[in-house]
């Protein structure tokens, strides 16, 4: 069905930051900014341990580190990890299978969110009134005078049924993968820098583009599942579509000029709609996709590390 010829398709409504790091090799500090704003809103910066690699994702206006990410020194692993996580606990980025349907390059993770609210349909069944000739007479009605008990035990129901529950919560997979689009181009930008712009965009091999989306499952509709024939009992495989990547939920575009080598400038864009709907806090997002941002820049490293 088409729309209206007035009526516009909804777009989803986007936070935008600027990523920009430094060219210091000693601390390598990335700075995160609202849009059009000097306003840095979270910065990371790397610090190096005896046996890791551990960058620090601190939110600028209280100093607190939101997030860390580790890696070895030597050998191959991405974790992330929360101060608020028990010892132990951390979010791994791996790899997809070989044979996955993923791209190359792509990274995998999972993450506890909120479940999106679901319609009971057996609440939406009507149910039918039975009527009876002659008509049969009402129930009589006793009723019990209140009692102190009963009133606190009422009191503290309705108290209860006030509190807010929980939303429920389920583990989430999602998938980082390099992304090979339009170029978003600033408001203002010199000839020269868009020339630049252009130039690096015709270049995939130059572009740390990417994107980071939920995993599911693809819609199967009704009319796919009449045409397609009922297996029989003899079949001995039975084939399994294979999980895709949604929507996006954040969208990193590189805007880095095609001389700068050592620093890396960019536009992450987050669906806010997707955002509140799985619950977890805008430092996450970022924070992974500045992890995601660096295996990118380092991954033949990573890749040599891992086949070792």
């Known amino acids: 069905m088409s729309l209206p010829s007035n009526v516009e398709p909804s777009t989803p ?3 935008r930051y600027v990523v920009r790091s430094s060219d210091v090799l000693e601390d ?4 995160v900014m609202l849009e059009n704003s000097d ?3 979270w910065f990371k910066e790397r610090f190096l341990e005896e046996e890791e690699i551990v960058e ?3 939110h600028n206006e209280s100093r607190r580190i939101q997030w860390t990410m580790h890696r070895p020194r030597n050998g191959w692993y991405i974790r992330i990890r929360s101060p608020a996580f028990p010892p132990g606990a951390f979010i791994p980025l791996i790899p997809p299978l070989p044979n996955s349907s993923h ?7 999972s993450s506890r969110t909120n479940i999106p609210p679901v319609v009971d349909a057996l609440a939406r069944v009507s ?8 008509p049969t007479p009402p129930p009589a009605v006793v009723v019990h005078p209140p009692t102190p008990a009963s009133i606190q035990t009422r009191l503290e129901q309705a108290q209860g049924s006030q509190r807010p529950q929980p939303p429920p919560t389920q583990v989430t997979d999602f998938v980082l993968a390099p992304y090979v689009g339009e170029p978003v181009q600033p408001a203002q930008m010199w000839f020269f820098q868009r020339a630049y712009s252009m130039i690096r965009s015709s270049t995939a091999a130059l572009s740390y583009s990417f ?3 939920r995993v599911g499952m693809p819609p199967s509709s009704p009319s796919d599942a009449a045409a397609s024939p009922l297996p029989s009992p003899a079949d001995s495989t039975v084939s399994l579509a294979a999980p895709v990547a949604l929507p996006p939920l954040l969208t990193f575009h590189d805007r880095t000029p095609v001389m700068m080598v050592s620093t890396v400038t960019g536009l992450i864009e987050v669906d806010q709609a997707e955002e509140r709907l799985l619950g977890v806090d805008s430092s996450f997002w970022i924070a992974v996709a500045l992890t995601y941002l660096e295996f990118l820049q380092e991954k033949e490293s990573y890749l040599a590390a891992l086949s070792d």
Not at 28 to 31: D, Q, R, S, T
């Open 211 to 213: 994107t980071l989306s």
């Open 127 to 134: 149910t039918s009134t039975v009527h009876s000739y002659p």
């Open 28 to 31: 390598l500090k990335v700075n």
């Open 13 to 15: 409504k986007l936070a």
């Open 56 to 58: 620090h994702f601190v």
């Open 39 to 41: 306003k840095v809103v």
């Open 103 to 109: 791209p190359p390059g792509a990274l995998l993770f």
